[in-house]
Each structure stands twice: as structure tokens, then as C-alpha cells.
């Protein structure tokens, strides 16, 4: 892990995209899917929070109807039939239960998540809603296109969530403008601390590209962003498949 403080929110950023996505395999990628899906979870909460510190914020109202109860990623198979309308955080966990994994390492990854959302939980609303500019106004998109160069994504549950970035790598540029007149760049860094912090500990496999460059007195890696013309290829939803009512290996993870 980086030893240097941050001082931006893009000093974070830079360390979670630096990390080892480009290398991981498929059993590492599927949990630092489970990984985001507790960011997911906060994300939505700290959304909300903004819409009632900022009710009369049409911006946030808007970027809010396309995070929540939307159709914007429907349909996928097994996760969102077509047209359906849910939360983003709710595809998320629909996808992880298209991959069954062992009762250990489910418990394993729920309760980091679950200590992750604890942390969260403990700043203030403030800092929360202010995290919509750091989130949205590029932070993501980043981190998003970073996931994107994992090479193995061949399996369901990683499918559905290739397809959750691809399409948030298309909307983020719009909601960028959303949370334009926002700004909390620097008092959201603990927030992406935490998130690092996460990824790290479902992910043992992230940092270790950082500690190979780090003790060969390297650059750490760079990502190019990958193509979304590669989309059709290997993320193709199945239009009019699945229903949502699968069963969810999960507990739901909470709301506000
Ligand atoms: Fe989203």
C-alpha cells in the first residue's frame, strides 16, 4: 500500500487504479465484486442523505432517479428482467447471487463489508452528501475503467457486474454535471480511504503489484481505458431473459 498521505481525493483515486486489477483472477475478481457492492450500498445511503440535506436540489434529484429505481440497467439475465425498476446497490447484490460461492468465504467478505459500512456510517451527514461531488465528478469513472482492465470475467455474477461498470463508465460523464456545483474533493478522502481500505483486505491480490514495484524501485502500473467498442463482445444483455427473483446469498446490506 501507498505510504504517502493524501492530500486530494485523486491522490486515493490514483492508488486504487494503480492497484493490480490487470492481474487478478477470476476468484479475486469476483470479490472485489462483493467489495463493491458495500460501496454500492453507501453510495446509495450517501445519496439520500444529500437529497434530504438538499431537497430543493433538482441536480441531485436527478442524479438520484438514475441511481434509484431506475431501469437503466435493465435487463439483465437473472438479475433484472426488462424494464424493471431498482436500486443500483439491489443489481449489484442480484449479481453476486448468480455465482454461489462457499459459506466461508461468503461470511469472510459479508462481514469486512459490513465493517466497511460501520465505518462509513460513523461521519457526518455532511461529509456524506459532499461525497457525491468526489464520487461522481470523476473519482469513479476512474476507479470504474481501472476494474475494467481485469482480464477474466468469465462467469455470471462477473458478467452482470461488467456490465453495471460499462454502463456507469457511459452515465458518469452526465452525472459529473450533476454534482458539478458540489464540492468537498478534499473532505471526502477518508471516505475513499475506507474504500481502499476495503478492496485491500477482500482483494489481497490488488495491492500485490504494488509491493513487486514498490521493492524493484518501479513505477506502479498504468491502465489505458478500456474499450467500450468491446462491450458487445463479452457483456451483451439478453434482452426480455430473467427475472429478479432469485435467491440471494447475502443479507441485505441495510438502508439509512
Ligand atoms: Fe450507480
Same mark, same amino acid.
Request: charge should be negative; proline fraction near 4%; include cysteine.
Given at each position: 500500500?501507498?505510504?504517502?498521505?493524501?492530500?486530494?481525493?485523486?491522490?486515493?483515486?490514483?492508488?486504487?487504479?494503480?492497484?493490480?486489477?490487470?492481474?487478478?483472477?477470476?476468484?479475486?475478481?469476483?470479490?472485489?465484486?462483493?467489495?463493491?457492492?458495500?460501496?454500492?450500498?453507501?453510495?446509495?445511503?450517501?445519496?439520500?442523505?444529500?437529497?434530504?440535506?438538499?431537497?430543493?436540489?433538482?441536480?441531485?434529484?436527478?442524479?438520484?432517479?438514475?441511481?434509484?429505481?431506475?431501469?437503466?440497467?435493465?435487463?439483465?439475465?437473472?438479475?433484472?428482467?426488462?424494464? %424493471? @425498476? /431498482?436500486?443500483? *446497490?439491489?443489481?449489484?447484490?442480484?449479481?453476486?447471487? !448468480?455465482? &454461489?460461492?462457499?459459506?466461508?468465504?461468503?461470511?469472510?467478505?459479508?462481514?469486512?463489508?459490513?465493517?466497511?459500512?460501520?465505518?462509513?456510517?460513523?461521519?457526518?451527514?455532511?461529509?456524506?452528501?459532499?461525497?457525491?461531488?468526489?464520487?461522481?465528478?470523476?473519482?469513479?469513472?476512474?476507479?470504474?475503467?481501472?476494474?475494467?482492465?481485469?482480464?477474466?470475467?468469465?462467469?455470471?455474477?462477473?458478467?452482470?457486474?461488467?456490465?453495471?461498470?460499462?454502463?456507469?463508465?457511459?452515465?458518469?460523464?452526465?452525472?459529473?454535471?450533476?454534482?458539478?456545483?458540489?464540492?468537498?474533493?478534499?473532505?471526502?478522502?477518508?471516505?475513499?480511504?475506507?474504500? %481502499? @481500505? /476495503?478492496?485491500? *483486505?477482500?482483494?489481497?491480490?490488488?495491492?500485490?503489484? !504494488?509491493? &513487486?514495484?514498490?521493492?524493484?524501485?518501479?513505477?506502479?502500473?498504468?491502465?489505458?481505458?478500456?474499450?467500450?467498442?468491446?462491450?458487445?463482445?463479452?457483456?451483451?444483455?439478453?434482452?426480455?431473459?430473467?427475472?429478479?427473483?432469485?435467491?440471494?446469498?447475502?443479507?441485505?446490506?441495510?438502508?439509512?
Amino acid at each position: 500500500m501507498r505510504k504517502r498521505t493524501p492530500v486530494l481525493d485523486t491522490d486515493v483515486v490514483e492508488g486504487i487504479c494503480s492497484m493490480n486489477w490487470r492481474g487478478l483472477s477470476k476468484d479475486s475478481l469476483i470479490d472485489a465484486a462483493w467489495a463493491y457492492y458495500f460501496f454500492s450500498v453507501q453510495f446509495r445511503e450517501n445519496l439520500k442523505i444529500a437529497r434530504r440535506l438538499f431537497p430543493e436540489d433538482s441536480m441531485l434529484e436527478e442524479l438520484e432517479a438514475e441511481e434509484c429505481d431506475t431501469a437503466n440497467l435493465s435487463p439483465w439475465r437473472g438479475v433484472a428482467g426488462s424494464g %424493471e @425498476r /431498482l436500486d443500483h *446497490d439491489e443489481f449489484m447484490q442480484r449479481s453476486l447471487a !448468480l455465482t &454461489t460461492l462457499d459459506e466461508r468465504r461468503v461470511d469472510r467478505l459479508q462481514a469486512r463489508g459490513m465493517k466497511y459500512l460501520e465505518s462509513i456510517r460513523t461521519f457526518d451527514d455532511r461529509l456524506r452528501a459532499l461525497s457525491m461531488a468526489s464520487y461522481e465528478g470523476g473519482g469513479l469513472q476512474r476507479v470504474f475503467r481501472a476494474m475494467l482492465t481485469a482480464a477474466d470475467w468469465s462467469d455470471p455474477a462477473l458478467q452482470a457486474f461488467r456490465h453495471f461498470l460499462i454502463r456507469h463508465v457511459e452515465l458518469d460523464g452526465h452525472h459529473g454535471f450533476l454534482v458539478g456545483h458540489l464540492n468537498g474533493h478534499r473532505e471526502t478522502i477518508p471516505l475513499w480511504t475506507e474504500f %481502499e @481500505r /476495503l478492496l485491500v *483486505d477482500c482483494v489481497p491480490d490488488l495491492a500485490v503489484k !504494488l509491493r &513487486t514495484t514498490k521493492a524493484n524501485g518501479e513505477q506502479g502500473n498504468t491502465h489505458e481505458p478500456p474499450s467500450l467498442a468491446t462491450r458487445s463482445e463479452t457483456a451483451r444483455p439478453e434482452q426480455g431473459l430473467g427475472t429478479a427473483d432469485v435467491d440471494c446469498p447475502i443479507t441485505a446490506a441495510g438502508t439509512v
